[in-house]
């Protein structure tokens, strides 16, 4: 399983790829503004100061919404690094979009995806990641984790090349509810990474270790 940081936040960046796991990142319009990047000048810099941080794909969204405008965008996203996937959206003008960007080579993530039809033409346009948004639907009281999971069925069933891409993960659960049905990314909150690695008992046991020894070694 792949894990991608959900975040524009340099700073996280820098953190989760210290930590040694982090495999790629994950930005959208709302997180490149939460950290003020403002322009297209300085968010085109963010994107490459990202990709010099983590050695792995960052997916970059396009803004436009017309078919000729996310191809325009998308276009310039691409040029910036390697590592840029082309993020789009999934409507009509997306998928046809996402179709152009696989005939020229250009990786793409389809987000914005809330089920398995939307999933199944992302598939067959040729993206290299879907991006069905988990949280979201467990916010409205659907299951987002019963999607991955039909998803992945569906994919396996076809042979289909997309990388399914949990997004919208609130916490650590969602983590390990996604890798137990198979989704081959998960992008999360720094925190929910982190929180893989509590547990009460391994820094209890670590104590007794760390005290048995001071008791004979001193
Ligand atoms: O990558 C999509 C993700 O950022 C959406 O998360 O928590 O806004 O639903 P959230």
């Not at 990142?25 to 997180?31: A, K, R």
């Not at 503004?33 to 490459?48: D, F, L, P, S, V």
């Not at 990709?51 to 276009?75: F, H, P, Q, R």
């Not at 080579?105 to 879907?130: D, P």
């Amino acid at each position: 399983m792949k894990f991608f940081i959900d975040t524009a936040n340099l700073d996280q960046i820098r953190e989760a790829n210290a930590l040694g796991v982090l495999d790629g990142v994950t930005t959208n319009p709302s997180l490149m503004a939460k950290e003020g990047i403002k322009g297209t000048e300085n968010q085109r810099q963010h994107y490459i100061d990202i990709c010099n941080i983590v050695d792995g794909d960052v997916s970059a969204e396009v803004i436009a919404t017309d078919y000729e405008g996310m191809i325009k965008e998308g276009e310039e996203l691409a040029a910036l690094n390697p590592h840029i996937v082309v993020k789009v959206p999934c409507t009509a003008d997306g998928i046809k979009a996402i179709k152009y960007f696989t005939s020229k080579g250009i990786r793409t993530n389809c987000t914005l995806v809330f089920s398995a039809g939307q999933a199944l033409l992302a598939a067959k346009a040729g993206a290299t990641y879907v991006s069905p948004f988990v949280g979201r639907l467990d916010d409205i009281c659907s299951n987002g984790v019963d999607l991955i999971a039909q998803i992945v069925v569906i994919y396996r069933n076809y042979g289909f090349k997309t990388q399914v891409l949990a997004a919208s993960i609130r916490h650590t659960q969602h983590i390990i509810q996604c890798a137990e049905v198979g989704a081959d990314v998960v992008t999360c909150p720094l925190s929910a990474i982190k929180g893989l690695l509590k547990h009460p008992l391994t820094d209890n046991g670590l104590a007794t270790f760390l005290a048995d020894y001071k008791r004979v070694n001193g």
